[in-house]
């Protein structure tokens, strides 16, 4: 990664060099938008996203594990 910054410099070095106000193109696209694609948009900027790690509803263990969904992972149930 050194080699590269030496060869063609800090790629945001100039940022504030160059200043734009995004004021326009926002105009622009609202615009272009109906009402509810512009909710979901301001929705998605804002929604969390979720963990590919963490279980899913329903889903104990893995499938390679040999457990289907919904199945109670051993030790999970009512006698366990």
Do not use: C, F, Y
Request: hydrophobic share 40%; glycine share 8%; proline share 5%.
């Amino acid at each position: 990664m050194a080699a590269r910054i030496a060869e063609v410099g800090k790629l945001w070095s100039d940022l504030d060099a160059r200043r734009s106000s995004l004021g326009e193109a926002h105009t622009r696209l609202r615009a272009m938008l109906t009402e509810a694609e512009w909710n979901e948009a301001l929705a998605a900027s804002t929604r969390r996203p979720v963990s590919r790690k963490a279980p899913r509803d329903g889903i104990q263990k893995t499938r390679r594990a040999g457990l289907k969904p919904n199945a109670q992972a051993p030790g999970q149930g009512a006698d366990g």
